[in-house]
């Protein structure tokens, strides 16, 4: 048997397997159709590889708090929207810098932290707050 762990963190995968793995492939063709150029292409895809597991991490944790819970999906919406801002704005300001021509490194450096820091954070709130549903 898989521990606790083990199964959030293939639920997690499968997660973003089947919502960020296709985003991440069919964004680059719709960015390409709206003209954005070579340099900011490679920047949003790497933006997005950064930032669509961060969001699917933190997702995790707010689902297992709500585990139970009536109305589940407005605490949900409640406890994870506030958390999926900083993953946004960091992620629009890499590709924004990258099209204006500044460094998009900084942006892309903060959102490599923060899904080191969501992915064993994520991983520990959300089997935490399942054992406690479990009790």
């Not at 999926?84 to 629009?92: K, N």
């Not at 099209?99 to 900084?106: H, L």
């Amino acid at each position: 048997p898989l521990s606790l762990e083990a199964m959030v963190l293939a639920k997690c995968l499968a997660n973003w397997l089947l919502t960020g793995a296709p985003l991440l492939l069919v964004a680059p063709v719709l960015a390409m159709m709206l003209h954005m150029d070579r340099e900011g292409l490679a920047i949003f895809v790497t933006a997005m590889a950064l930032g669509t597991p961060s969001l699917v991490f933190i997702g995790a944790i707010g689902a297992a708090l709500t585990v139970g819970a009536r109305r589940g999906g407005v605490l949900l919406t409640l406890l994870v929207l506030p958390l999926y801002i900083p993953v946004l704005i960091f992620g629009v300001g890499a590709v924004e810098a990258a099209v204006t021509g500044q460094p998009a490194q900084p942006h892309l450096l903060v959102l490599g932290g923060l899904l080191l820091g969501t992915l064993p954070l994520g991983l520990w709130a959300s089997t935490a707050a399942l054992r406690q549903a479990l009790e």
